[in-house]
């Protein structure tokens, strides 16, 4: 089976009824979620989920009428796993013990989710709802 895999800044959302991310493309919407500072390098993930949002938000008749696909985001149990395991590792984890590379040092487990002083259950609990907010820009592919 061939996949067609795209430069994100060049793709168009509204040709596709259904896109597949992966989960870099995820975390970074997820890590900037409601921010509107991103990083430059981010940049293009950040506006490839922003004009999905956009296109499946339009309201206004005429310009709904010119959309060709209002497109889901797929989203796997498999994706999902590997979305909130890499941002709470890489992001929530690298934010508590101050960013730069000391928390790469710290163990995962030991340091940051089993710690009682640590915000690992308060970053999950935000990460989950941030996907949840999502729910009505994606649709989920695997077992129920």
């Not at 993930?45 to 206004?60: H, R």
């Not at 979305?83 to 984890?93: E, F, L």
Request: with cysteine.
């Amino acid at each position: 089976m061939a996949y067609l895999i795209h430069k994100i800044d060049t793709l168009i959302p509204e040709d596709y009824p259904f896109v597949f991310c992966d989960a870099n493309v995820w975390i970074t919407t997820l890590k900037y979620f409601g921010s509107i500072v991103v990083n430059s390098n981010e940049q293009p993930y950040q506006d490839f989920i922003e004009a999905i949002i956009n296109l499946n938000n339009e309201t206004d008749p005429a310009a709904s009428k010119r959309i060709k696909n209002r497109p889901k985001l797929v989203l796997t149990s498999i994706l999902l796993s590997e979305i909130i395991n890499a941002y709470m590792r890489n992001v929530a984890m690298k934010a508590f013990f101050g960013g730069g590379d000391t928390y790469k040092s710290k163990s995962f487990k030991n340091d940051y989710r089993d710690n009682p002083h640590s915000d690992f259950k308060q970053k999950l609990n935000d990460l989950c709802s941030d996907i949840i907010a999502f729910q009505d820009y994606t649709t989920y592919s695997g077992p129920k």
